[in-house]
């Protein structure tokens, strides 16, 4: 298919096929009438038009149709990592469904049924925490439908319900032979008390979970009728795109709108608190028109450090002791008496999320309040925001959840930036127009939020036997959690929790261990990053532990395995991914193999990179073998899935992906100077997942921080140079 008949079949399906979509994820219908006082136009499944009727919903999360569809509600945002396949997998072998009757459709924003269940009355998705947070939650729900299906089927056919069997949505009585369908029985299962509690399946009797599934969202990601936020066309909609200031802290002294005023489709140029935002007929008119807008811009109180001084900054302050984020034995004693001693240095640079759907949402006015359109993370974050802006109540905030192209934590962000940014548009205008506000990519590039630059120090000691005796580890960079919601509980000493995870639980068995940590504050925002602190703290540990087992003259997997006695999970995951890597077998002259393990997200994940050293002082990576333990595997295709792209998502920074600043300004704009890896710079990628019975934990985000110590691991192997900084570069 050619790229110009995609777009076409695309845009048809918008213009002329939204009101008919059964099976789409989410039905959009604008309610009331346009400015000019015509009837609305449709962009989603009417559902009065909808030949389907919702006859059972004995819960929050299913609805079953008159034609058997199982409508399964998702209360977290799906971005890529399998939401809308893996928690409707959990309702469906509870239900004892049919896969293919099986409907997966997007939450409406409401805390109060549809709250993260880790993170209290908040509605939201991030943190890996869809599957582990959902598991029972969602087969109770599918348990409870299958309970009163069962009931009414007992009271049509007068047998014992313990005698009806359930199986891919047909209930069936064997010994009179009476069968009926899901839809058949929806009506009068709907008219049966609900269950205070219901018996869920062993492990053992599971036919869904752990098998593999077709992905709910994938066909109409792959025909394009999948509908994002940059899909969405309201009527009478101004598309609108923001000047923001070149410098953090910069602001509007004042602008000339003359000649983007002149730019056919233009219509207003307004200023909002975070630049000037010219709002046009459609994107490029917006675009073209911003870029004849001059702007004079305030930098009186605006950032002006490179990332070179602000390192130099946190190199000085990396002199002193920080706060103490964990404390065992006295490390200093231990240092000073052992036998050997290692000091290193490691360098982390801001990381911008470079998803690739740029930041965007579509806000209106309405009557009642105010409506978003939007690949949304946090739902109740967004709420509180936007009715703060507007002097409204939070549950006057409607949000519409749609697919979102990636995020990486990026539309998680605490403080709603854009989402805001986006309200303060319509507010300003005082509009009752729909107003989609798109974000260019250098936008998302230049106008934050990132992953902290960070520096730390490692110090650690071998005794005369060439075991570890002390560690000692400090840690610089800016708090992410500190002025957020999350303060409260993340924050405590002065140590923000997410900078030191992955350091401050070390699980290696060393008897002297401290480490503390500098948070200081700039304004350059920052933000969540995929895998969060364990970007940076699994580089050091890693590498540092390989380091340590160097010197001791041992192999570095038998290394760990002696310190990881009391830790079986890490064990298991260590010797599988060796074994599966072959470690210790000959490779060609010129590879070698670095190894590296993490705990990140309750999951246990240790990866294998094998990496080539080329004759022109280049290098390549080109296998790696994973191995996670992330207790149940509810959907391996999707856990292999993740696995492979977190790793993908962390060799980025591993070899290329960096953001410098320079006299405040980001340097970078595009992915042409913030580079993310290309195909033919994958590696052959293996996944091995160990079989448990555990709880599920989280499979998003513990692939990405384990594969640059593995592959800088690999490289010492090879050139004998210790690694302290990411993107890896080799010395001349």
Same mark, same amino acid.
């Given at each position: 298919m050619s790229r110009r008949r995609f777009d076409i079949r695309r845009r048809e399906f918008l213009i002329t096929s939204l009101g008919a979509g059964a099976g789409l994820t989410l039905g959009l219908y604008l309610g009331g009438c346009d400015r000019n006082g015509k009837k609305p136009t449709p962009i989603g499944p009417d559902p009065a038009d909808d030949s389907s009727e919702i006859l059972f919903?004995?819960?929050?999360?299913?609805?079953?149709?008159?034609?058997? @569809?199982?409508?399964?509600?998702?209360?977290?945002?799906?971005?890529?990592?399998?939401?809308?396949?893996?928690?409707?997998a959990l309702v469906a072998e509870e239900l004892d469904a049919d896969w293919t009757q099986i409907v997966s459709e997007g939450a409406p924003a409401d805390a109060s049924r549809y709250n993260n269940l880790f993170w209290g009355q908040i509605q939201g998705t991030g943190g890996s925490t869809a599957m582990p947070n959902s598991f029972d939650q969602m087969r109770k729900a599918g $348990?409870? +439908? !299958?309970?009163?299906?069962? +009931?009414?089927?007992?009271?049509?056919?007068?047998?014992?319900?313990?005698?009806?069997?359930?199986?891919?949505?047909?209930?069936?009585?064997?010994?009179?032979?009476?069968? $009926?369908?899901?839809?058949?029985? $929806?009506?009068?299962?709907?008219?049966?008390?609900?269950?205070?509690?219901?018996?869920?399946?062993?492990?053992?009797?599971?036919?869904?979970?752990?098998?593999? *599934?077709?992905? @709910?969202?994938?066909?109409?990601?792959?025909?394009?009728?999948?509908?994002?936020?940059?899909?969405?066309? %309201?009527?009478?909609?101004?598309?609108a795109v923001v000047a923001h200031p070149p410098r953090f802290g910069a602001r509007v002294r004042r602008f000339d709108a003359v000649e983007t005023r002149k730019v056919r489709g233009v219509r207003e140029v307004i200023?909002?608190?975070?630049?000037?935002?010219? %709002?046009?007929?459609?994107?490029?008119?917006?675009? @073209?028109?911003?870029?004849?807008?001059?702007?004079?811009?305030?930098?009186s109180n605006a950032f002006n450090l490179s990332s070179d001084e602000i390192l130099a900054d946190y190199q000085q302050r990396a002199r002193h002791p920080g706060n103490v984020a964990h404390q065992n034995g006295d490390s200093e004693k231990a240092l000073n008496e052992a036998a050997e001693r290692i000091d290193l240095e490691f360098e982390f640079p801001y990381l911008a999320h470079a998803a690739m759907e740029p930041l965007n949402c579509v806000v209106q006015r309405t009557d009642d309040g105010v409506t978003l359109?939007?690949?949304?993370?946090?739902?109740?974050?967004?709420?509180?925001?936007?009715?703060?802006?507007?002097? &409204?109540?939070?549950?006057?905030?409607?949000?519409?959840?749609?697919?979102?192209?990636?995020?990486?934590? !990026? !539309?998680?962000?605490?403080?709603?930036?854009? *989402? *805001?940014?986006?309200?303060?548009?319509?507010? +300003?205008?005082?509009?009752?127009?729909?107003?989609?506000?798109?974000?260019?990519?250098?936008?998302d590039t230049r106008a934050g939020y990132f992953r902290p630059l960070y520096y730390h120090?490692?110090?650690?000691?071998?005794?005369?036997?060439?075991?570890?005796?002390?560690?000692?580890? !400090?840690?610089?960079?800016?708090?992410?959690?500190t002025g957020t919601g999350f303060e409260s509980n993340m924050v405590e000493n002065g140590v923000d929790a997410t900078s030191v995870e992955g350091a401050a639980n070390l699980p290696y068995a060393i008897p002297?261990?401290?480490?503390?940590?500098?948070?200081?504050?700039?304004p350059v925002p920052v933000q969540w990053w995929r895998s969060v602190g364990s970007t940076h703290t699994a580089f050091a540990v890693e590498t540092m532990i390989d380091q340590l087992a160097r010197r001791a003259g041992r192999d570095p997997v038998e290394f760990r395995r002696e310190l990881l006695n009391d830790r079986p999970r890490h064990r298991v &995951?260590?010797?599988? $991914?060796?074994?599966?890597?072959?470690?210790?077998?000959?490779?060609?002259?010129?590879r070698a193999r670095g190894i590296a393990l993490h705990r990140s997200f309750n999951s246990y994940v240790a990866e294998v990179a094998e990496v080539t050293l080329h004759s022109d002082n280049r290098f390549s990576v080109d296998k790696v073998i994973i191995a996670i333990d992330c207790g149940i595997a509810v959907t391996p295709d999707v856990i292999r899935a993740q696995m492979e792209g977190g790793m993908g998502f962390g060799l980025s920074p591993t070899l290329l992906s960096e953001i410098t600043l320079d006299n405040g300004a980001v340097v970078q704009g595009n992915y042409h100077d913030f580079r993310m890896i290309t195909l033919d710079q994958m590696p052959e990628?293996?996944?091995? &997942?160990?079989?448990?019975?555990?709880?599920?934990?989280?499979?998003?985000?513990?692939?990405?921080? *384990?594969?640059?110590?593995?592959?800088?691991?690999?490289?010492?192997?090879l050139t004998g140079q210790a690694f302290q900084r990411l993107p890896l570069t080799l010395s001349a």
């Open positions: 919903k004995p819960n929050a999360f299913v609805r079953i149709t008159d034609d058997d @569809k199982v409508i399964v509600i998702i209360k977290h945002l799906e971005m890529g990592q399998g939401t809308y396949t893996g928690l409707a $348990a409870t +439908a !299958r309970h009163m299906l069962v +009931a009414a089927a007992a009271q049509q056919w007068h047998v014992d319900s313990d005698d009806i069997q359930v199986e891919k949505g047909i209930l069936k009585h064997p010994d009179s032979g009476q069968q $009926a369908r899901f839809g058949e029985l $929806a009506d009068l299962a709907a008219q049966q008390p609900v269950p205070d509690d219901v018996f869920l399946k062993e492990p053992e009797q599971f036919t869904l979970i752990g098998t593999t *599934v077709p992905r @709910k969202d994938s066909k109409e990601k792959v025909n394009g009728t999948a509908i994002y936020t940059q899909d969405i066309q %309201l009527p009478d909609m101004l598309v200023e909002i608190p975070n630049g000037v935002a010219v %709002l046009a007929e459609h994107t490029w008119a917006a675009i @073209k028109g911003r870029d004849a807008l001059v702007v004079e811009w305030d930098e359109w939007n690949g949304v993370q946090s739902q109740t974050a967004d709420q509180q925001a936007v009715a703060g802006l507007f002097g &409204i109540k939070p549950e006057q905030v409607t949000i519409n959840m749609l697919y979102a192209g990636g995020s990486f934590g !990026r !539309r998680g962000n605490p403080h709603s930036d854009y *989402v *805001v940014e986006a309200a303060s548009i319509v507010k +300003a205008l005082d509009t009752r127009r729909p107003v989609k506000m798109v974000w260019t990519r250098e936008d120090t490692l110090s650690a000691a071998l005794d005369d036997n060439g075991k570890p005796v002390a560690w000692q580890h !400090r840690i610089v960079g800016q708090s992410i959690m002297n261990i401290t480490v503390d940590l500098h948070s200081p504050t700039l &995951i260590l010797d599988l $991914a060796a074994q599966k890597a072959g470690w210790g077998t000959p490779l060609p002259e010129g990628v293996e996944v091995h &997942i160990v079989e448990s019975t555990q709880p599920p934990t989280g499979v998003g985000e513990p692939a990405t921080p *384990v594969i640059a110590p593995a592959v800088a691991n690999a490289l010492t192997a």
